[in-house]
């Protein structure tokens, strides 16, 4: 690989992987970063990284729609890899707009996939970042295998499925070397604050309430962002074309439980609210509609053919998120623009 294009790269995970790509793997080549600058892009979060590597880093603002824009990236560039980040994400929104999900998710990743055929002899690999929620949901046992069949519950997973679908059928029909990966819940630096993580880390400092989704009893498998981009690395790098790999924390925890860690953490670090303890914000809100009750990955296939495994505890993975929020204010300001307030207005605004 020599010129890998990381399309979403100014996204929470896709700049988390640049990162890696310049400070940890090693990677000698150039990376180009096409984002489409929505809502979710900052790229304040690699602002250090172009500024130190002028010649090895470029962006492009780009949608991945947008068949001529990629294919003039993929020809000026010599793509010979793709790490597909570029999605949206979040799965309330969805619920709010299915279309642009259907849009981004399923055409962008046909689109690209379509250019990738048509510049196979000297594509490597194209690999699809994905995420657990294909599967549905689980009741209190069980764990999600390569081989569980999709069940996708929301518009956002639907259409994760169906870009999924597609990248297998590129695979079978047209021999295009593929990987997949299907991730569950991460967190780190450089989240969006209409996550869970971010927004409780946020307003637990802040003072602001926490709300909680129906009763908090959801649960979740954790994972430091930096063990994806690993496992990312690994699969792309190591991993066995046409093959799906499940990434996961084997760390499940309920709503309820990842929120009283955080406002431990922000009640050790910060200093103490006038008002009371940061429990007492803690707010029941209406449910997500169709909330998916458990996710849970069983991740052994990546384990033992590819040898990863998570660095980071839960623990220690979410002292270093707090930590990071509090040192990074500034990143904050930037991504809170008049569209972020409007989301929390609209969005809880009418949970209450
Ligand atoms: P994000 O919403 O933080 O970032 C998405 C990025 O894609 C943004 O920079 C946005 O500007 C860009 N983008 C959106 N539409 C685009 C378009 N049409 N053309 C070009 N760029 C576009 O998302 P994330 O949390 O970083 O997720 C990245 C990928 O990982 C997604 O595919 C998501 O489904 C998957 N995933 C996420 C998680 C998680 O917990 N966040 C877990 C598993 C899998
Ligand atoms: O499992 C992987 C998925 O994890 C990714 O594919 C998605 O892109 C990512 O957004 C995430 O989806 P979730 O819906 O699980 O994440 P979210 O942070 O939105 O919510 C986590 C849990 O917390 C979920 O059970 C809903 C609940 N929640 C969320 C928010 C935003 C609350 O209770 N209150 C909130 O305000």
Redesign the pocket.
């Known amino acids: 690989m020599n010129n890998l294009l990381v399309?979403?790269?100014?996204?929470?995970?896709?700049?988390n992987f640049v990162r890696f790509l310049f400070e940890e793997a090693g990677f000698q080549g150039r990376v180009v970063n096409?984002?489409?600058?929505?809502?979710?892009?900052?790229p304040l979060s690699l602002a250090d990284i172009e500024a130190a590597n002028p010649e090895r880093y470029v962006f492009r603002r780009?949608?991945?729609?947008d068949r001529a824009a990629m294919e003039r990236i993929m020809d000026e560039f010599q793509i010979d890899a793709v790490a597909?980040?570029?999605?949206?994400?979040?799965v309330d929104r969805s619920i709010v707009a299915p279309d642009t999900f259907v849009?981004?998710?399923v055409l962008?990743t046909q689109t690209l996939l379509d250019l990738c055929r048509r510049r196979m002899d000297r594509l490597e690999v194209f690999h699809h970042?994905?995420?657990?929620?294909v599967y549905g949901t689980l009741g209190e046992e069980g764990y999600f295998l390569e081989t569980t069949p999709y069940a996708p519950s929301s518009p956002?997973s639907a259409s994760?499925a169906a870009s999924d679908h597609l990248v297998r059928a590129y695979h079978h029909t047209y021999g295009l070397p593929v990987t997949i990966s299907?991730?569950?819940?991460?967190?780190g630096p450089y989240?969006?604050p209409e996550?869970l993580v971010p927004l409780m880390i946020l307003n637990a400092i802040e003072g602001k309430p926490l709300p909680v989704y129906g009763d908090g009893r959801n649960v979740r498998d954790w994972l430091h962002v930096a063990d994806?981009c690993r496992a990312v690395w690994a699969i792309m790098t190591r991993g066995r074309r046409g093959e799906t790999y499940n990434v996961g924390g084997r760390s499940e925890r309920r709503n309820l439980e990842v929120v009283g860690r955080i406002i431990d953490l922000v009640e050790q670090l910060c200093p103490a609210l006038p008002s009371g303890p940061r429990r007492d914000l803690i707010t029941f809100v209406k449910d997500r509609p169709g909330h998916d009750w458990r996710y849970a990955i069983d991740c052994t296939k990546l384990e033992s053919e590819l040898g990863w495994s998570p660095r980071e505890t839960f623990d220690s993975g979410m002292e270093d998120t707090v930590r990071w929020y509090l040192a990074h204010r500034d990143w904050v300001e930037s991504v809170r623009t008049g569209e972020y307030t409007r989301w929390i207005e609209a969005h809880y605004g009418k949970r209450a």
């Open positions: 399309t979403g790269g100014c996204g929470f995970i896709g700049a096409a984002d489409l600058l929505t809502y979710a892009g900052n780009a949608d991945i729609c597909h980040f570029a999605a949206e994400s979040h849009r981004t998710n962008g970042v994905s995420t657990d929620e956002y994760k299907n991730c569950s819940n991460n967190y989240q969006f996550k994806h």
